[in-house]
């Protein structure tokens, strides 16, 4: 073999099988720069496209509607996709969190909503477990509420009536059950809380029940304990009762002396221990 023969093999040899542009030129001229072909850089490119797109001849495909479709049009799809025929055919299960009220109806709704908005059974069922859940998180959170507000009226009226609390608390509910009307504790508020667990509404029913212990009769309210409690407004003035000039107090020969002494001591303990 001559010399120009073998330069010649060797530059067959290293020579570029092609370019990325180069295998346009293979193709029909009025489809080179068609869009669809923009991102082929070579022929393995546009043969592993070519064999994908024969692998989905024959698959299940859907046609989704364009932007003027009827809801039929889209109405079909959601039947493709898995919707059942009706809402009946939904199998929802669904259990009310504790402190919920039953289901009265609300997984027939969900099922007419379900169908009209195209889920398939899995995805309905999807929603409905996380609308419980979310469901016993909001009661959750509503019986914690309603703890927090019954624990804080609860220690207003202590700080407010001191040793007279117990007995005033049982006058409030005694005054509601003289009169029927335990019912009315349990009225909704525009906020949201029991008429019972407001503070004001207590102070009045217990108001009412110490003016007609003490104007009518001890024994008006039946099953009413006393303990003998004071509020602190009842201690200061009995305290100031007791230090008034010219009280058994201020004589130390007098045979009451040493009692309202003591007492008047007691008092003021008690006062000294109620929080600010």
């Known amino acids: 073999m001559s010399d120009e023969q073998v330069a010649e093999v060797s530059e067959a040899e290293v020579a570029p099988s092609g370019t990325s542009e180069d295998w346009r030129s293979m193709i029909p001229e009025e489809i080179r720069d068609h ?5 082929i850089q070579d022929v393995g490119s546009l043969a592993k496209g070519f064999v994908h797109a024969q692998s989905m001849i024959g698959a299940d495909k859907i046609a989704l509607p364009g932007k003027t479709a009827s809801a039929d049009d889209w109405s079909a799809v959601w039947s493709k996709l898995g919707r059942p025929e009706d809402p009946g055919g939904y199998e929802i299960n669904y259990t009310a969190p504790e ?3 039953p289901d009265d109806g609300t997984v027939d709704w969900f099922r007419q909503v379900a169908h009209e908005a ?4 899995t995805q309905a069922q999807l929603i409905m477990d996380r609308y419980g859940s979310r469901l ?3 009661v959750s959170m509503d019986e914690a509420q309603v703890e927090q507000t019954q624990n804080d009226t609860l220690n207003a009226l202590e700080r407010e009536w001191g040793d007279a609390f117990e007995d005033r ?3 409030a509910n005694a005054t509601l059950q003289e009169f029927g009307e335990l019912d009315l504790a349990e009225m909704q508020m525009p906020d949201g809380t029991r008429l019972g667990d407001n503070a004001d509404f207590i102070r009045f029913t217990a108001n009412i029940g110490h003016y007609i212990q003490s104007r009518i009769g001890e024994d008006s309210l039946e099953g009413v304990k006393m303990s003998g409690g004071q509020t602190p407004d009842e201690m200061r003035e009995e305290l100031a009762t007791l230090r008034a000039p010219g009280t058994p107090y201020w004589d130390a020969r007098h045979p009451e002396h040493e009692f309202q002494v003591r007492r008047a001591f007691e008092i003021q303990e008690k006062l000294s221990a109620l929080p600010a």
């Open 35 to 39: 869009k669809s072909l923009s991102t």
């Open 99 to 101: 402190g919920a009220q």
């Open 118 to 121: 195209g889920l398939n059974n």
């Open 136 to 138: 016993g998180e909001l």
């Open 169 to 171: 608390l049982n006058i």
